[in-house]
């Protein structure tokens, strides 16, 4: 029986409860004394990163789109008028009569790249199955959508996914996605991201301490670790990254060190492929950061509170890269030269193709010495990174999170065993014991899962995946209170569990409750209109 999508697994512990929000006061705290600062980084991509949709952030053209996915023949449209951005969706199969819409509320991104759109339904926050690339200026289905065979209305958008978008996430306790009517009260990358919580610097300030600039960050007298981490916070993705035991997604705060909450793994001979996070990654492999050591760091290049204007960009960073390089040395062929002008970024700093999204190309910052160097190929051995390695427990989690994302039977064997570890020595460890209990239940130990799964539950009742792996054992062995209960505990903390529903209903019916099941089944077909319920007995 099929209970929930692999991606339940996979976000194993993205319901326990955050910690606290640290003091922070907000960037319009800053404005008064750093005002040519403020109204500079206001402009940027960083500052730019998020928003309500109807701030005025956002083109008109950007409210009007017309496109069918040809693999799911759905058409999508977005409109705007005299009103919120809504999203219309409609089959264009006879056979198939859906049509509904969702209003866009959130969007992610500068635009300077792409946009994605986010839409919240009882509280509850979800990504709009579009996006908009401004690249190709061109409205198509969001990264990952298009493998879909119908419109996918119910991917969760947990804490850490905001985290690099937004800031003061407002989530909601003990559930995996609800959040305030505001989903974040700060648009963007906000100040205190980068130099960390602020009242009690401009207490200092008020009270005329001169205690106040030792009271906020300034990254660039950090140590190396402390000062990177710092940028790896969002730039920084690995193969995979792990949260430490104990850590929540919104418990680093500048100044800490990243890998005090993050573990972040790579394949051992990683390749330089491109991805929309790998920059600190691509940047380790490059002769430049080798050579230079700690150096070398993001601000080197990059001024994180302007970005050059774009008839200057090429003069910018070719001054950068002078500051170490003798432009006489140059080893391009003339005619490369004559083409490529003062522009180094042009041969050694590449735009191209990211693999794990579409019609977007980012900057290369492997900095190949010659173009179109041959990439090495990665193996299947995890290493921890440099700026946040991982101990046993974190290197378990890091292969069981691959074995439910690739579904290679060489990372379930290796996470079985260092899980298996992991457990004796930290028994307490919930996402450990979630991801051990669903290895179990995949191989047929259901004793050993339903033991692992219901300490989880005692540990942390915010969690939501052993609710619903465990409601689909009790439904096998037909003990189905147990099951109605787990699973109604489940919608609890994420309403838009079809699947979940669909069995639920199931079990409702055998209990002889069919009322409720078939208002089960018809609130699955709201959440996820292209849903197909499961038949009743």
């Known amino acids: 029986m099929q209970i929930a999508s692999s991606l339940l697994l996979a976000i194993a512990a993205s319901a326990l409860l955050l910690a606290a929000a640290p003091e922070w006061v907000g960037n319009k705290a800053c404005q008064a004394c750093h005002r040519e600062i403020f109204d500079a980084y206001s402009q940027t991509p960083m500052a730019l990163s998020s928003g309500p949709v109807d701030s005025g952030l956002l083109a008109e053209s950007f409210a009007h789109a017309d496109f069918t996915h040809s693999h799911s023949g759905y058409r999508y449209r977005i409109a705007r008028t005299n009103g919120p951005y809504t999203m219309h969706l409609e089959s264009t199969r006879a056979e198939l009569p859906i049509r509904t819409q969702r209003t866009l509320s959130v969007f992610i991104g500068s635009g300077s790249i792409a946009r994605s759109f986010l839409f919240q339904l009882e509280g ?24 879909y065979a119908q419109p996918f209305l119910t991917r969760p958008i947990l804490p850490a996914c905001l985290e690099c978008h937004a800031s003061q996430i407002q989530h909601q306790p003990l559930t995996q996605n609800a959040y ?25 300030i008020n009270s005329g301490s001169k205690t106040a600039a030792s009271l906020i960050v300034n990254p660039a007298k950090l140590p190396p670790e402390q000062r990177d981490s710092i940028c ?20 680093y705060v500048a100044g800490d060190r990243l890998s ?33 050591g700690a150096q070398l760091w993001c601000v080197t290049c990059h ?17 950068k890269c002078l500051a170490c390089h003798d432009q006489q040395k140059c080893q391009a062929p003339p005619a490369l030269r004559a083409a490529k ?47 946040a390695p991982g101990n046993p427990r974190d290197l378990a989690l890091a292969y069981a999170i691959l ?12 996470a079985l065993k260092l899980l ?15 991801y051990l209990a669903g290895l179990y239940q995949q191989t047929g130990n259901s004793a050993r899962a339903i033991a692992l799964y219901e300490r989880a539950i005692q540990l942390h009742p915010a969690q939501l995946t052993a609710s619903v792996q465990l409601g689909a054992i009790r439904m096998q062995q037909g003990n189905y209170p147990a099951a109605i209960r787990l699973w109604k505990d489940a919608l609890t903390k994420n309403p838009a569990l079809p699947l979940v529903r669909g069995n639920l209903a199931i079990a409702l019916w055998k209990v002889g409750d069919r009322t409720a099941a078939q208002e089960m089944l018809k609130k699955a077909a709201e959440w996820q209109p292209a849903f197909v319920p499961p038949p009743l007995p």
């Open 124 to 147: 509850f926050l979800f990504q709009a199955p579009v996006a908009y690339y401004a690249q190709k200026a061109t409205w198509d289905l969001a990264p990952g959508y298009d493998r």
């Open 180 to 204: 305030g009517p505001l989903p974040f009260l700060e648009n963007g990358v906000a100040c205190e991201r980068c130099h960390g919580p602020g009242r009690a610097h401009l207490a200092a």
């Open 232 to 251: 790896a916070q969002c730039h920084l993705n690995g193969e995979v990254r792990v949260l430490r035991a104990g850590r929540t997604p919104n418990s």
């Open 260 to 292: 005090d909450h993050w573990a972040i793994f790579a394949r051992s001979a990683a390749s330089r492929e491109v991805k929309v996070t790998s920059h600190m990654e691509n940047l380790a492999q490059s002769a430049c950061k080798q050579t230079s």
């Open 303 to 319: 001024d994180p509170h302007r970005v050059p204007a774009a008839n200057s960009k090429v003069a910018w960073f070719r001054q």
């Open 341 to 387: 002008g003062d522009d180094c970024t042009a041969c050694h700093m590449p735009k191209s193709g990211v693999s794990d999204a579409q019609h977007v190309v980012y900057t290369n910052h492997a900095i190949p010495r010659r173009p179109g160097t041959p990439q090495p190929t990665a193996n299947n051995r995890l290493r921890g990174m440099a700026i």
């Open 403 to 414: 074995a439910q994302r690739d579904n290679k039977p060489s990372d379930k064997t290796q």
């Open 420 to 434: 298996s570890a992991a457990e004796s020595t930290s028994p307490l460890d919930a996402e450990a014991l979630l």
